[in-house]
């Protein structure tokens, strides 16, 4: 590991420099890892993982609602028989195994995959959901195999794009349980394989807790509700669409967040006007101090259980998927996101050079 200075906080990170993807296939060479899951994550994992060279099979079921992935597993090149299997199938193959399945679907099948589990496995997660919260899932792993983790800190989109334009993406990583007393080789190895761009150590608990609390806040939630409020307020006063959603997302996504990922918000503020500077770094306290029990509370909430309960609760419903369909529907058609639509279509496209 390497000791890093995050902020006047030193942390052991790990980097393909010193670990390199020649060590992780050493380590794997005689593993066989399955993905149980074709979604996001299992198809962005997987690829990457044969990629670099790794033994990986798929476990996707073929029939109805699953179809979709086994179908796109196929598209991507993984042979049914060969590489591709029914899920259970595939798992009894795997001395590795990638549990990639949705939280709620972890909890459903985990009796038939627990069946599969032979002394010495290792069990592989991208969340500590199941882990943490066993009371509510019911995933207990005996004690006779190795239970890591490795959390890509982007969706399977991300993971997969980063390791194709050679970047990576940045994962944490955990050990819960060591039988072997090879578990922590595995986990680097595997999110070396998988494409990390450095890997940082963490628990199962601070992942669930910190990933939850993410996704919920200024990652999805709180940025979603953020630009609607604002979007709004600029309608209310008579904007057009079109001003009010590039004042709310466009200038963010296309200007200054690419300036803040380059080198920092404070050199993001430094490339703005003063008048800008000024007014962001007198409301940016304001803003702070409004959403800071906000956050508070989601944290207890997350810490309590309450909001893996909700997920496991709803995801269970029979008409799950589509509710969750209408409200994205819903979202995807609200004014300021139509406008959003629009705003694409007039970007500007690069032109090829002319010869």
Avoid at 71 to 87: H, I, Q, R
Avoid at 89 to 99: L, N, V
Wanted: aromatic content about 8%.
């Amino acid at each position: 590991m390497v000791k890093m200075d995050f902020g006047g906080v030193k942390e052991d990170v790990i980097t393909r420099k010193e670990f390199t993807v020649a060590q992780a296939q050493k380590i794997l060479k005689d593993e066989v890892v399955v993905s149980l899951g074709y979604g996001i994550q299992g198809q962005a994992q997987s690829l990457n993982m044969r990629d670099n060279g790794v033994k990986v099979i798929i476990g996707q079921e073929k029939e109805g609602v699953f179809k979709k992935e086994w179908d796109k597993a196929v598209a991507d090149g993984w042979k049914p028989g060969e590489n591709l299997f029914p899920m259970e199938e595939a798992a009894k193959k795997g001395t590795i195994k990638m549990y990639l399945l949705t939280d709620s679907a972890q909890k459903a099948v985990w009796p038939k995959i627990k069946a599969t589990l032979k002394a010495g496995d290792a069990l592989y997660f991208s969340h500590g959901f199941s882990i943490v919260y066993k009371e509510q899932t019911g995933v207990i792993p005996p004690k006779d195999i190795d239970v890591i983790l490795v959390a890509p800190k982007g969706s399977g989109t991300s993971v997969r794009r980063n390791f194709v334009d050679g970047s990576g993406i940045n994962c944490s990583f955990a050990v819960h349980q060591d039988a072997t007393g090879k578990a922590m080789d595995r986990a680097k190895a595997l999110g070396i394989a998988i494409g990390a761009g450095y890997l940082f150590p963490t628990t199962f608990e601070k992942e669930v807790y910190s990933d939850l609390t993410g996704e919920r806040g200024t990652l999805m939630g709180a940025l979603a509700g953020i630009l609607e409020a604002q979007y709004n307020t600029l309608r209310a006063h008579g904007h057009s669409p079109s001003e009010a959603f590039n004042e709310s997302v466009e200038e963010l996504t296309q200007s200054l967040i690419r300036l803040v990922d380059e080198n920092g918000m404070d050199w993001m503020y430094c490339n703005c006007s003063e008048t800008a500077r000024i007014g962001a770094l007198r409301w940016r306290p304001r803003f702070r101090e409004a959403t800071q029990p906000v956050f508070d509370s989601l944290y207890e909430l997350v810490a309590a259980g309450e909001e893996t309960r909700i997920v496991l609760e709803k995801s269970k419903a029979p008409d799950y998927r589509q509710k969750l369909a209408d409200e994205l529907t819903e979202m995807g058609n609200s004014e300021m996101w139509r406008a959003g639509k629009t705003v694409r279509e007039l970007r500007p496209r690069k032109q090829k050079k002319q010869e």
